[in-house]
């Protein structure tokens, strides 16, 4: 086997030039740890500088990759963006990560003492991914069910959650996802313009707190708040969820008695995670 001995970044350990080093899968993962950030979207020659290799040999990998549909390629610009496959993978690390570990007793005391379901879900480009979920063992017949579990993924403009998210992202990751999004009409209050939802989203960015009403199906509404690192990177959302037919009430009224809750779970999960506010 031919053993790579040009320089890699991370400081690789020593024992690299091992028998059992495979140059191959390392060269596939440092393509894939190339979109990262704000470089969700990269074509042939951004990975080529990226990860230090000539452009027909990285293009032999990113085949092999997109194949395995870990990278999807738009065919309208012929650039490259992680695939699902990727996050997939990656549910193992999730369900260890801190994020979960931490978050799940709040997110169940949230749901028994609303009696609604409350989930946490992270951005994935256009989507939000759930990666907790949890009903009331209080009043089980107000929870919501929509076929939803751990893994599931709703679209990010017309979700409480997938506007949270939106919402905290830097100008030009926003601008790429939106324009990887098909916003179409889903329920009976879509928005489907993208400059009114960027209106929203301001909103989101101002309050801390997203709605959803009816966006995503009919009688369906939901809160949503950030979760924050150490760093103050918002790195997930929690929502509750409730539907017109248990709560026939005005919007308004539903968020003045969930949204206290909603924000104090967010902000105790942040707060575990490291996260201290400015004063």
Not at 98 to 116: E, I, K, M, S, Y
Not at 203 to 217: H, I, M, P, T
Not at 257 to 274: C, H, M, Q, V, Y
């Amino acid at each position: 086997m031919t053993v790579d001995k040009t320089p890699h970044p991370r400081g690789r350990a020593t024992t690299e030039t091992s028998a059992s080093f495979s140059v191959s899968l390392e060269r596939g993962l440092r393509i894939l740890s190339a979109f990262s950030g704000n470089r969700s979207v990269l074509g042939i020659a951004d990975l080529a500088r990226a990860v230090g290799l000539n452009k027909s040999t990285t293009y032999r990998y990113v085949a092999t990759l997109t194949t395995l549909e870990y990278i999807q390629q738009d065919p309208d610009t012929k650039k490259y963006f992680l695939g699902p496959r990727v996050v997939d993978l990656g549910f193992a690390a999730i369900d260890s990560m801190d994020l979960t570990r931490v978050a799940a007793p709040l997110l169940q005391a949230l749901a028994d003492d609303t009696g609604f379901t409350v989930s946490m879900g992270l951005c994935d480009g256009p989507d939000v991914v759930y990666v907790d979920r949890r009903r009331s063992g209080r009043r089980s017949s107000l929870a919501m069910d929509l076929n939803l579990h751990v893994g599931s993924r709703l679209p990010a403009y017309c979700t409480s959650m997938g506007k949270v998210l939106l919402a905290y992202k830097d100008p030009a990751t926003l601008r790429q996802i939106l324009d990887r999004t098909d916003m179409a009409r889903r329920g009976p209050k879509t928005i489907t313009n993208r400059e009114q939802l960027m209106t929203a989203l301001a909103k989101v960015r101002q309050s801390g707190v997203a709605a959803n009403d009816e966006e995503l199906a009919p009688g369906l509404r939901s809160f949503a708040a950030p979760v924050r690192d150490r760093s103050g990177e918002v790195v997930a959302a929690v929502n509750v969820a409730v539907h017109l037919t248990v709560a026939p009430t005005s919007i308004e009224a539903l968020a003045g008695r969930l949204e206290p809750g909603l924000r104090r779970t967010a902000a105790e999960i942040s707060r575990r995670l490291g996260y201290r506010p400015l004063p």
